[in-house]
């Protein structure tokens, strides 16, 4: 079993809909991470969590809605996207040690916004 | 505002041969200095790291050079082979901050 599980892989979804996206970490971390990767571009940090609290929200529109209801979870809620939103999602975890700065990363969940 | 740069969308480099992966940066306040690789369909994977106070970290055929008064760091893989062909992420960091601030990534292909 991988260090930090993404799910849904992909996900196609219309403007309208709500959808969650899913990330579990069995590394025994204390902070997670939700980055985004458009094509192009360099990952955009999206939201921390340290102990299960946001410590960062880097100016996401408030159609991203990040809950972490322990520390092994993180889901971000999507409703009512755009196009440009399509892009590659990916979670990632760390315990906070400032000795390694290393995020350990799922394998992603690519979004398409029709 | 970028603050991580790498400017080399893409490298091609023959097997056997050294590859040399570069990267920039302008925030003086970053410490913490990570390459990250990437295969298609899967997450970034930590490859090696630099601290603010070092300016050279090896590890097998993997060096990281950091030059701080150029703000400048570099990877060099030798002898590079066919499976290191990935997307190489530049990262930094700073102790107060949480997380990490990424280039666009150097795609790396080496050929037989």
């Known amino acids: 079993e991988t260090g930090v599980t993404q799910t849904p892989r992909h996900l196609v979804m219309g403007m309208t809909n709500k959808k969650s996206l899913k990330c579990e970490q069995h590394?025994?971390?204390?902070?997670m991470y939700w980055y985004k990767q458009s094509a192009k571009k360099p990952l955009e940090l999206m939201f921390v969590y340290s102990l299960e609290e946001r410590v960062e929200n880097n100016s996401v529109p408030s159609r991203f809605s990040p809950e972490c209801p322990n520390s092994s979870h993180l889901f971000l809620h999507l409703h009512t996207l755009q196009p440009e939103d399509s892009a590659l999602y990916l979670c990632?975890?760390?315990?906070?040690?400032?000795?390694?700065?290393?995020?350990?990363f799922g394998e992603g969940s690519r979004l398409t916004v029709l | 505002d970028q603050q991580v740069k790498q400017n080399s969308p893409s490298l091609s480099v023959q097997e056997g041969r050294i590859s040399i992966l570069n990267c920039d940066y302008t925030?003086?306040?970053?410490?913490?200095f990570l390459w990250y690789k990437k295969y298609p369909a899967e997450g970034p994977t930590f490859l090696i790291s630099?601290?603010?106070?070092?300016d050279k970290n090896e590890d097998g055929r993997f060096t990281v050079f950091l030059n701080k008064s150029a703000k400048h760091l570099s990877l060099h893989i030798v002898p590079s082979q066919p499976g290191d062909s990935a997307v190489y992420f530049c990262a930094a960091s700073m102790n107060s901050g949480y997380a990490l601030n990424f280039g666009k990534g150097t795609s790396l292909l080496v050929t037989p």
């Open positions: 590394l025994g971390h204390n902070a």
């Open positions: 630099i601290s603010s106070i070092k």
């Open positions: 925030n003086s306040m970053f410490d913490y």
């Open positions: 990632a975890s760390s315990q906070e040690n400032r000795d390694t700065g290393e995020l350990f």
